[in-house]
């Protein structure tokens, strides 16, 4: 337990304190802004990947640990719990937005939720990732509602079927 507060707690201020943090959300918002500013994206990219391996090797260790043995299909299957949990937490699959604590909560949640479903002993393993994934499910409606609730802006639609009708725009709407 003591690792993984080290690990979030060094995660957090990564994040939000560094350079390189702040380069990550760049990136993860516009890769061609952050270019055009001036930032290294391929060196944040290596980075990125560099430590989300080296923060999977720690899991994997501190697993290996916690179950006595290393086996490679112990885990198996965990990826969409890996993903609910950070959209649950509040990260945008889009990128460019997310908050490591977010994430946290996005786990606690999961957690909870796979230990009322196990505790309660009637139901099968498999209700656990029905929930998870109708979680998931209303999890990313409920962003798409937030982010663009009618999917493209007015002035976008009547731009594309102008185009489709092959009308020329009015003065004021080509600025729009």
Not at 8 to 32: D, K, M, P, S, W
């Amino acid at each position: 337990m003591v690792i993984v507060v080290l690990v979030l707690a060094l995660a957090i201020y990564i994040a939000h304190y560094t350079r390189f943090g702040r380069a990550v959300y760049a990136v993860g918002g516009n890769e061609q802004s952050a270019l055009l500013m001036g930032l290294a994206v391929g060196r944040t990219k290596v980075m990125v990947y560099a430590f989300s391996g080296f923060c999977a090797a720690l899991a994997g260790v501190l697993f290996s640990f916690y179950m006595l043995s290393g086996y490679a299909l112990h885990a198996q299957g965990t990826e969409l719990d890996a993903i609910a949990a950070v959209m649950i937490g509040g990260t945008l699959l889009t990128g460019g937005y997310g908050y490591v604590p977010g994430t946290l909560t996005g786990v606690l949640i999961l957690g909870l939720i796979q230990a009322l479903i196990a505790f309660d002993g009637t139901l099968s393993s498999w209700w656990t990732k029905i929930v998870i994934g109708v979680l998931l499910f209303a999890f990313f409606f409920a962003w798409r509602s937030v982010c663009c609730p009618w999917g493209r802006s007015a002035a976008y639609r009547r731009r594309l079927q102008r185009q489709r009708l092959d009308q020329p725009a009015s003065v004021g709407e080509r600025d729009a």
